[in-house]
């Protein structure tokens, strides 16, 4: 995938944004995840009044993807309401390394300015489910 493929998936992330529910951070976040088909799933964060229940985009967009049957990515782009870039919490990291694998993350800033980084650059070492296998 090309970067101007990319900046439509990060206007997609931009766009998924305005969906958001965050009533007690009031921190808009969108994602839009690309699949190998060229399909893209939107996902926003979803927030709670028992704040361990709240949602990222990110995990909203796979989730999404993986309750219609789909299971092969490639990238996924996340806009948030930061002007600079805004990296993944820990637990999207693990989410997306184990049901996505080592696909493209794009960081969206304030300014529709990208960085592409790799999800194994994000969570070296990460545990998988090579790490549940018996030897």
């Known amino acids: ?30 994602a839009a995840l690309l699949t190998e088909s060229g399909e893209i799933y ?5 927030e709670n009044s ?23 990515f490639k990238a996924i782009a996340v806009a948030s309401d930061d002007q600079n870039f805004c990296p993944p919490c820990g637990a999207c990291r693990q989410v997306l390394m184990d049901l996505c694998g080592d696909i493209d993350f794009i ?19 990460a545990f998988g489910d090579e790490n549940l296998k018996s030897k």
């Not at 028992?50 to 092969?72: D, H, M, N, P, Q």
């Open 107 to 125: 960081m969206v800033d304030g300014k529709m300015q990208t960085k592409v980084f790799k999800l194994s650059e994000l969570l070296p070492y």
């Open 50 to 72: 028992s704040f361990g229940l709240t949602i990222c985009a990110e995990r909203v967009a796979v989730f999404k993807a993986y309750s219609e049957g789909i299971r092969k």
């Open 42 to 46: 939107s996902g926003c964060n979803v």
């Open 1 to 30: 995938m090309t970067q101007i493929d990319y900046n439509h998936l990060a206007q997609k992330a931009v766009e998924s944004k305005k969906f958001a529910h965050p009533p007690y951070s009031n921190f808009h976040v969108g």
